[in-house]
């Protein structure tokens, strides 16, 4: 399985952008699929979540992005999204994709990818 995100990169405040993950060696439609994030000096958090075929695509977000960020996936490009809009110094973290061995996001996902860098200005 890879996973290999792009779109990272420098914004300001107020700003947005839209990260990328080509997958491969999965079965995209059916895995649910995520996007965790890590700030220097705290911990991972799950900041987006959509669930595969069986999970009817349903998606779930960290309250601190409702409304702001949007995850979407083309299973025709084998492609995960994450739209980050009205972006906040906050935001600054790694941000990594990642993929279940399940439909429903649970138990923690299996695979990461390597991880793209969100920096956002104040």
């Known amino acids: 399985v890879q996973l290999v995100e792009s779109g990272g990169g420098l914004v300001q405040a107020g700003g947005s952008l839209r990260l990328s993950c080509a997958a491969s060696?999965?079965?995209?439609?059916?895995?649910?699929m995520g996007w965790y994030r890590q700030a220097p000096g705290k911990e991972r958090e799950l900041v987006a979540s959509?669930?595969?075929?069986?999970?009817?695509?349903?998606?779930t977000y960290v309250d601190s992005v409702k409304g702001r960020f949007t995850i979407s996936k083309d299973n025709t490009k084998n492609t995960l999204y994450l739209q980050m809009n009205s972006l906040k110094a906050e935001d600054t973290a790694m941000y990594y994709c990642?993929?279940?061995?399940?439909?429903?996001?649970?138990?923690?996902?299996?695979?990461w990818g390597q991880g793209t860098q969100v920096a956002v200005s104040s």
């Open positions: 990642v993929a279940y061995t399940r439909s429903i996001p649970t138990m923690g996902p299996r695979f």
């Open positions: 060696g999965i079965i995209f439609s059916f895995n649910a």
């Open positions: 959509i669930s595969g075929v069986d999970g009817g695509g349903s998606t």
